[in-house]
């Protein structure tokens, strides 16, 4: 899955954006591989007029079937043991223009 959190409307993020979306879609076309991608403008989705952060609900929305069907699950025994039930099938690539904390915080939602 690939996550691009770059906005939307700034005119120096957009192209780079715009560009790194068509990249991933002729990717796909031509790989005939089965990629997420989701192109969600964090800045103006999750504005405070927009709802802030309850928006990322939407995001998850989006990534849910991916998450879902790429999970890995592990669980701690005791201090030095660890089991997995379920291995990760999948990766989520999350990038946006110029700050971590918009990915760290996807990667957060994600994780939980």
């Not at 089965?34 to 309850?54: L, M, P, Q, R, Y």
């Not at 790429?70 to 701690?76: A, D, E, F, Y």
């Not at 030095?80 to 291995?87: M, R």
Request: charged letters at 25%.
């Amino acid at each position: 899955m690939v996550v691009n959190l770059i906005e939307k409307t700034k005119h120096y993020q957009n192209p780079v954006g715009a560009k790194f979306n068509e990249f991933v879609e002729n990717y796909k076309k031509n790989n005939k591989d089965k990629v997420t991608n989701i192109w969600f403008d964090f800045h103006k989705e999750c504005s405070s007029k927009n709802g802030g952060w309850a928006q990322l609900k939407k995001l998850l929305g989006l990534a849910k079937q991916f998450l879902d069907e790429h999970k890995c699950n592990i669980i701690l025994v005791n201090k030095n043991e660890y089991v997995t039930y379920q291995s990760q099938t999948g990766v989520a690539r999350i990038n946006c223009f110029d700050s971590l904390d918009r990915t760290n915080v996807v990667q957060t939602i994600f994780c939980k």
